[in-house]
Nanobody, 123 residues
Framework: QVQLVESGGGSVQAGGSLRLACAVVGRPVTVYTMAWFRQAPDPGQEREFV??????????DYIDSVKGRFTISRDNAKSSTYLHMNSLKPEDTAVYYC??????????????WGQGTQVTVSS
C-alpha cells in the first residue's frame, strides 16, 4: 500500500515562510510526478492545484497566485517532495495535500493522495 506522509504545516504571520514535506512510503511504486494541492476553508471552495514537478524536474508548474513565492522541489533518493512557501499571505490559508502520479506530466492524473496538513496565515 502506498502512503503519502505530509509534514511541516503550521501557523505563521503574513510575510512569513513555511516548508512542507511529503514522503512516499510503503509498497515501492514508480512515481513520476509529485504535486501539491490546497483547499481553503471557505464553504464551497474546491481543491485547487498549487504546484507540480515531474520525475527528473524537467517540468514544473505553479498556479499563478504563488509564482515567485513558492518553490517545489524533490529528492528522488528519498521519494520526497517539498514546497517552500515564502511571503505567505492570509489567502494562502488552506489544507495542503500532497499528491503523486504515475504519469510523466504535471497535468495528472494523480493516483495517490496524502491526508493533508493545515497552513494558517494570519494578517
Amino acid at each position: 500500500q502506498v502512503q503519502l506522509v505530509e509534514s511541516g504545516g503550521g501557523s505563521v504571520q503574513a510575510g512569513g515562510s513555511l516548508r512542507l514535506a511529503c514522503a512516499v512510503v510503503g509498497r515501492p511504486v514508480t512515481v513520476y510526478t509529485m504535486a501539491w494541492f490546497r483547499q481553503a476553508p471557505d464553504p464551497g471552495q474546491e481543491r485547487e492545484f498549487v504546484a507540480a514537478i515531474t520525475w527528473l524536474g524537467g517540468s514544473i508548474d505553479y498556479i499563478d497566485s504563488v509564482k515567485g513565492r513558492f518553490t517545489i522541489s524533490r529528492d528522488n533518493a528519498k521519494s520526497s517532495t517539498y514546497l517552500h512557501m515564502n511571503s505567505l499571505k492570509p489567502e494562502d490559508t488552506a489544507v495542503y495535500y500532497c499528491a503523486a502520479g504515475r504519469h510523466d506530466t504535471t497535468r495528472g492524473p494523480y493516483e495517490y493522495w496524502g491526508q493533508g496538513t493545515q497552513v494558517t496565515v494570519s494578517s
